[in-house]
């Protein structure tokens, strides 16, 4: 079956990096994009970026423009999550997110991981 | 940034009864070459992550009971449950897909009355 699985949870100071993969199986990988989600403890979604499957091609929310890395393995089917000089406000659960497939590009989130808690604290 | 604004913040429902959920954004979804809106609704409980219910405003997706529906065009959305079920019980946003970056509404917390 269609599954995306996160890597576990991390903790991380005040300034560091932290770096989030997300294996997909079940599917052709390079078929489908994935977008990166994250959610403050008690909180809503926030949208931060996009992967090509097929060419690796980035979008980022301008919000994380200069913080944020996304990368993809196809040889493991693996998507990465990169955010650098962590701050306490980055405390989350980030998701990871495959795009619905069809004839027509767009971000409808159909498959999601199952989360991955960063916490940041000194 | 297109803003996406969800009423109300919380419902309370009885079972059996028709609960809405409304999400407006700050300028239009629908994108007139196609004639389609980019938004989509999700469901999500406590300890999961978020669940595609429905996208291109009113498209279920596959394994949605039909109970659950989306309308409206343009600005103006509505997610309706026909009945409410115990299992319904979580919290429903929209997103908009239509411009980066893309946006969530805030969230509308369904409980059961």
């Known amino acids: 079956q269609v599954q995306l699985v996160q890597s576990g949870a991390e903790v991380k100071k005040p300034g560091a990096s932290v770096k989030v993969s997300c294996k997909a199986s079940?599917?052709?990988?390079?078929?489908?994009?994935i977008s990166w989600v994250r959610q403050a403890p008690g909180q809503g979604l926030e949208w931060m970026g996009w992967?090509?499957?097929?060419?690796?091609?980035?979008m980022y929310a301008q919000k994380f423009q200069g913080r944020v890395t996304m990368t993809t393995d196809t040889s493991t089917s693996t998507v990465y999550m990169e955010l650098r000089t962590l701050r306490s406000d980055d405390k989350a659960v980030y998701y990871c997110?495959?795009?619905?497939?069809?004839?027509?590009?767009?971000?409808?989130?159909?498959?999601w991981g199952q989360g991955t808690m960063v916490t940041v604290s000194s | 940034d297109i803003v996406m604004t969800q009423s109300p913040d919380s419902l309370a429902v009885s079972l059996g009864e028709r609960a809405t959920i409304n999400c407006k954004s700050s300028?239009?979804?629908?994108?007139?070459?196609?004639?389609?809106?980019?938004l989509a609704w999700y469901q999500q409980k406590p300890g999961q992550p978020p669940k595609l219910l429905l996208y291109?405003?009113?498209t279920r997706e596959s394994g949605v009971p039909d109970r659950f529906s989306g309308s409206g065009s343009g600005t103006d959305f509505t997610l309706t449950i026909s009945s409410l079920q115990a299992e319904d019980v979580a919290v429903y946003y929209c997103?908009?897909?239509?411009?980066?970056?893309?946006?969530f509404g805030q969230g509308t917390k369904l409980e059961i009355k």
């Open positions: 300028q239009s979804v629908l994108y007139s070459s196609n004639n389609k809106n980019y």
């Open positions: 997103q908009q897909y239509y411009s980066t970056p893309y946006s």
């Open positions: 291109w405003a009113s």
């Open positions: 997110a495959r795009h619905l497939g069809g004839p027509i590009p767009a971000a409808i989130l159909e498959i």
């Open positions: 992967i090509s499957g097929y060419n690796g091609n980035t």
């Open positions: 079940g599917y052709i990988f390079t078929r489908y994009g």
